[in-house]
Every structure is written in structure tokens, then in C-alpha cells.
């Protein structure tokens, strides 16, 4: 027999032999598992484009590990998870302004965090045009984690678990922004908000219905605050000045320092309503502690200026009753899978 | 046993795989060149020194500079036929301080006769609401904004006693995609017709002038402005000024 064509059917045996041995794989990295996320039909489409960042299992947990993760900041005594805490729907709860590290405090209030990819710009002035670029802010800004993207890589890098995980979810364990980031949004992408008493109700599930108060409540909130505070996602994401007044001490003017406009003097992100009660404090520099005094805010607190939104100008005119019940419905707003999922809880990491 | 059964296996899936792979890298009937581009930094003529010289701007203030950097992306190519080349994939970051970012490659260039080269001092605005990304447009080089988001396009930071802040530094971040005041307009640079053959390389050299940031449409003194940090208006006036700082030193078929 000709001695190349023994060699190269050796060769082939050889072949079906390693494709056939079970256990082959202790060192071949197995393709990370796709995760479907599973969206209500009656949201809008989302705003993420799934496309340049698959979800998958492995980036999910990468994810979740980067965003309890303390060390990813300056001293390491603030994660992403220190400020966004699961049991306030991912706000801070208690907390007027944000915290930081060195106890730096911040000029703005933690805004929740969840329906992340309905959402096209983020933090209050809508700075931030991307997802996939907004840990950019909480890492490197003074005030909250301080620290600089290459040492937060080379920290990453530096750590077994996260080598292991960056290969499990890419291939390898090369640590770069890019990766980290996605796998952030992957873990964001995860942390949605859509099982409340209300959408039950919406769509017929379970025999669910309103309380009479609710019912009412939902009556007085699609004819005073519905039109800035849309269903399904209760934001239409729009920026507006609420007529909340200036705060000297902490000077901020919202969206005009984004865009130059003095149009926008005062705008600010019109905030989800889900989750509301879980959320306290309210507003941007969350000032107001009692969604009563929220109210109160939109009855008589109006501040006049140029740029007032003409819907809240006037004041909202809600009448006791009107707050009871409206209290009531916002009640039905908050989703009690969102605090209490597993998947989302805080991991304590100790490697 | 299992080992040695294994790596016989790789060698044989490698072998198979270079025997399939064997022609799909050459793209059929491109003819196409490289071009090298050296990027040479000068403050009035003579050669940039970071940190320890002293310069004068027209304003008439001392300075002395400790950062120059700049992206440069969306490269043009303009040839004597009338025809356009866009190289879109392209992007740069030059940083006075590292001498491999000065030298940079345009691959798979369609051979010719150029007549003229295009490009954007810092990245299209695609880019710049596309979210993170590696490489040159990697954050992790501080060039990018992060609680207006959006790339610093060019940043150019130093000292001078004219400065009014605290160490006399100066700090001019210039970006801004968008509106009015977007500092993404085409730079184009007429080259004296060089002939770019297949598979041939053609070196060019670009001269970048930093003392003409202060001077031009929008006079920069330092006492006035030493901090931009902010896309608008003033933003866009250092933008027209050193809008004008290239020019082509040599061309070398």
C-alpha cells in the first residue's frame, strides 16, 4: 500500500476515533447559549439592537457578575448594583442624591433601572445616546465609581473568574471595553418590568380586575398624566420642565447643558411610573419623599418660566379623592417579579 | 493515547482546513495599492516638542503643549479620471506622543492616477451613536464624552502662564456631530497627481500645523478661552482654525 495514502487513512481513522470519544471537550470552549428574552406583545418594539450584541447565558452572567462587582470602582465600595438596588426597582432607595465613592455625593437622584432597551438616550438629560455606552458615566465620574476604564480592565483581566467567564461568553478571555459594556447591556437587557397588577388587568389575565379606587385612579391618570407618562412603558421619554423649581445649591438645568438650547432650560426625562411605589425619592434631585407631595407638587408647585410644559402650567387641579385613588392605581404598578427575581439579585463576590 | 489521537486529529482538521481555504483571501481582479501616511506635527514650521518648549501663539502668549491627538477617518480619494474612492473603514487615532499612530496604512487602495485625498478630522456620526467599540474608537483613550456622548474629535492640552486656571493648563476638547455647530466637514487636500500602482505603495507625508488651532477665522487667545469641553460655538470656531493646519510636505511614488 502506498505509504501516503496509509498515513492519510490513519489520519482519517483518527478523525472519526476524536469525533465519536465522549469527554472529548475539557479543552475545546463550547459555543456560549443563546437567550431568547420574552417581550409582552403589546410594548413597542425595543429600541436595542439585539443584532449587535446577541444575548446569551454566558454574557447574561458576565453581566450580572460585572454589575455587583465593587471592585470596578475607584476604592472598590460602589458597584453598579450599590445605587441600583433590585428590591427599589433598581433605584436607590432612600437616597436623594446618588453616592459615590469617598463619600462623594452626586447632583441627581438614581433613576430606576429597567426596560433599558425601550429606551433610545439615558441618564435625566438624555446625555447619553446608547446602551452600550452608558457605564461610561457611572465608572468614570467622580462622584460615583471613579475610577478609569483601563483600570477597571486591567482589574477585570486580572481575576480568574472573569478570565474564565469573558472565554465562556466570547470565545476568549480577552478583557476590552467593548466586551464588558455588552455584557452589561446583556444583564440589563434581562432586567425588565412588565408583571403588574395593571397589565393583568390590561390584558385580561388571570381574572384580575381593578378595586374601585384603582379603577378611578386609572381614570384620573389617563386624563392628567397619561399623555407624558405613556402606557405601556408610562414615559414617552420626552423631556419637559415638570414647573419644578430651580435648586440654586445644586444648579442644575437639565437637558439645556446637553443641547446648548436655552429651550430646554429646566427639561428633564419624563421617568417611568412603573414601579413608582418602590422608588422613592422623586423627581430628578429627588426632593419630594411621598408621591403625596408629588402631587401637592403638580396641584400648587408649579414654577413659572419660559420653558414650563403647558400641560402642568396650570396645575393638575387633583382633589383629594383624586389623589386617594390615584395612589391607589399607581399601586398597581409595581411588579413584584422584577424585586424578587432571582436572576437579578445581587451576587456577593468574594474571589 | 487520547492525547496523541487528538493532536493527529488537529494537524488533520488543520490540514484540511488550509487546503480549503487556499484562494479566498485574493479578491478577483482588484487592482489595488497602499498608501502610507505620515503624519508630521509642527508649531510654525518647525518640529512639535511636547512639554519642554516654549511657543508663542499669535496672540502673543507663551505656551507649551502636552497633548495633541486627533482621529482621522472617511478617507477620499479623488483620480484624475473623475472617479472617487472611499475607504469608510478606516479610523485613526493620532496621538503626538506615540510615533507608531503617526504612520498610518491605506490598504486596498484602487490603483491610479490621485489627484486629490479627503478626509474627516475625527469620526462620522454614525459612529458616534453606535455605542461602545474597540480599536482606535476604543473609550479607553479618553477621547470620547461621556455625559454628552460623543467623540472628542481632537484635544489639544498644554500650558501657559496667559491660562486663567488653576497650573496655567489648558484644555481644548473640540467634537460636536451634530447641528449647527458639527465640526465633521471634509478636509480635502489636492495632492500634484501621483500615480498609485498595483500592488505598489505610495508614501505621503502630511504636515499638521498646532499653531494653527489660535489662529485663523476664530483668533484663540488663551487668556480668554484655555477650556473647551463642550461641543458649540466655540468648539466650532477652533474646529474652522485648525481646519486649515494640514498641508501635504511629500509625496513619494
Redesign the interface.
Known sequence: MNRKLYILY???F??L???C?PG?TDEVTPAPEPYTLDLPSYFPKPVYNFE?NPLTMEGIALGRRLFYDPRLSKDSTVSCGFCHQQFAAFSHFDHPLSHGVENRTGTRTVPTMFNVIWQQNF?WDG???????QP??PF??PNEMGET??NI?NKVQGNATYRKMFKAAYGTDQV???RL??AL?QFMATVNSFTTKYDSVINHIGNVSFTYEEETGYEVFKAKCASCHKEPLFTDFSYRNNGIPYNTFLDDVGRM??T?NTGDYMKFKVPTLRNIMKSPPYMHDGRFYDIFQVFNHYNSGIEQSATVDPLVKNGLNLSGIDQRNLYFFLRTLTDEDLVNNQDLKELIIND | MKKCLQSYATLFILLLSVACNNDSDTKPGAATGTIQLSMFHVFNGTALRLNDTQYQNNSGEGLSITTFKYYLSNFKLKYSDGSEERLPGDYFLVDESVSASKQLILSDVKAGKITSIAFLVGVDSARNNSGVQSGALDPVHGMFWSWNSGYIMAKLEGQSDAANTPDHTFALHIGGFQGTYSVLHEIVLPVNTVQLNAQQEVKITLSADVAKWFDGTRPISLQVTSTVHVPGETAYGVYQNYSKMFSILSVSE
Open positions: 490513519f489520519l482519517a483518527c478523525w476515533l476524536y469525533t470519544s472529548k449587535n441618564m446625555g447619553v445616546n446608547h446602551l452600550d455606552i461610561l458615566t468614570t465620574d476604564l483601563e480592565i476590552t471595553t467593548e459594556f455588552k447591556s447643558r446637553i446648548n
